[in-house]
């Protein structure tokens, strides 16, 4: 199967280009962003050699899709979706910081909680908890906002200290960011699902808050099945889940967490199909729709075509 592994485009009206982990992102004219989602896939800040075909799409349609969907709580930067794997929005100057927030004891918090730690982002938890718990309310805990190695957390008190946010623009987030979250956990559970965690990014842009980026996806969040979910916590099993966690168990029984000296496992074709036949699955299970594969035959001519329309539409 074909999948996006990069872009080169050269865009009319192109100032700047920006690779990240997973998108490329255009600048044209100093005003707008085309974000292309390409099908690299990343763990542990680490970017995997092989590509996982259709993911981008499953990302940019499942953002597309909660982006608007939440338009009502906090504007945010989308303009149109071209093409299956890409999305066009205005710039926002984007905030330091991710703001993470957590229904359950999961993923990193509940690695750091096993090893002692009870504040994360200096928030206190309580004792007893097992791994998957409901908390006791949803906490927020942010991370810094890394342009290169891993986003590190960070307390809303240092964040405020060292003047990362004002406390104005920080509180704001913070509504934003549990409305979120509410808004996000109502439609998993129509879908039999939980949202566990998941992170917002946000931007100004004309001096308003915008949500920029993606949202609910299973790069950004994770789901369990909400059927279960009672049993398999009361016999200590482990929760069936929807988010790339599984790619990071994978890596972790193979001796990979992006540390020095560490080498990235070989990604056969059988489970990169089995990857992207995950990520489509979570597609389909928390909107609710069929996934429709787009065409794979000259991808990136596929994609250059739509942006290059949309353009000519601004």
Known sequence: ??????????????????????????????????????DRISAFDVVL????????????????????ATQDIVPNWVITVPDPSVTIGKICEPFKVEMVIRGYLAGHAAREYAAG???ICGVQLPEGLKENDKLPEPIITPTTKAAVGHDEDISKE????????????????????????????????????????????FGKAD?????????????????????GYGELQASGKPQRQLSKEFVRQWL?????????????????????????????????????????KAATEDINDRVESNILKALAQL
């Open 1 to 38: 199967m074909k999948a996006i592994k990069e872009t080169k485009f050269n865009l009319p009206g192109q100032t700047n280009f920006y690779k990240g982990k997973v998108r490329d992102v255009y600048t044209i004219q100093d005003k707008y962003l085309v974000m292309v989602v390409s």
């Open 158 to 201: 240092d964040i405020l200290k060292r003047a990362i946010v004002s406390e104005e623009d920080y509180l704001q987030l913070e509504d934003y960011t549990r409305k979120l979250y509410q808004r996000g956990t109502e439609i998993a559970a129509e879908q039999g699902l939980i949202l566990v965690d998941t992170k917002y990014e």
């Open 207 to 227: 001096g308003k808050i915008h949500l920029i980026d993606e949202i609910h996806t299973p790069d950004s969040s994770r789901y369990f099945y909400k059927e």
């Open 252 to 292: 972790i029984e193979n001796n990979f967490q992006g540390k020095d000296g560490q080498v990235i496992p070989e990604m056969n074709e059988d489970r990169i199909n089995s990857i992207s036949e995950r990520y489509i699955e979570l597609f389909e299970k928390i909107t609710g729709e069929e996934f429709k």
């Open 117 to 119: 730690k009870r504040v």
């Open 49 to 68: 050699p092989e590509p996982i075909p259709f993911k981008g799409q499953v990302l940019n349609q499942i953002a597309a899709k909660f982006l608007a």
